[in-house]
């Protein structure tokens, strides 16, 4: 588990205030761990989005609305919680993505400073080609 001085010893206080912010949010919603998964799932389909892709196919934006229902008949109708719990957490997507962004630049100023060992350099920069490369 992180806390604050791990980041603060990672250089990473910035992003890791961001993320504990974040997870005490997770917290006073009550997200259960339906609730979670689903909400992971729009944050992985929102990641392209963010990179700056104009078109997103058919499947892809059909696929994101079948989450959002999903997320909503989840929260709202199984488990009996407000509608606005619901946006709340979307309202979270922008600063999960801030987040993700923070901790790319991170990563790649480490590699650049070569910081780190050559295995995880080496792994590293494998992880930040395949985070940047465009799908086809």
Not at 71 to 100: E, F, G, M, W
């Amino acid at each position: 588990r992180w806390d604050r001085e791990m980041c603060e010893a990672a250089n990473m206080s910035q992003a890791g205030d961001m993320m504990m912010k974040m997870a005490q949010r997770l917290s006073q919603l009550s997200v259960t761990l339906e609730e979670f998964v689903l909400f992971r799932a729009i944050i992985l389909l929102n990641a392209d989005v963010a990179d700056g892709m104009e078109t997103v196919s058919s499947q892809l934006s059909d696929l994101q609305r079948k989450l959002h229902e999903a997320l909503h008949y989840t929260s709202v109708k199984r488990l009996k919680k407000d509608a606005s719990n619901v946006y709340q957490l979307l309202l979270l997507l922008p600063h999960i993505r801030q987040a993700s962004i923070n901790g790319t630049r991170h990563i790649s100023d480490t590699c650049s400073k070569h910081v780190v060992s050559v295995e995880m350099l080496d792994l590293l920069k494998e992880m930040m080609q395949a985070s940047t490369a465009v799908p086809q």
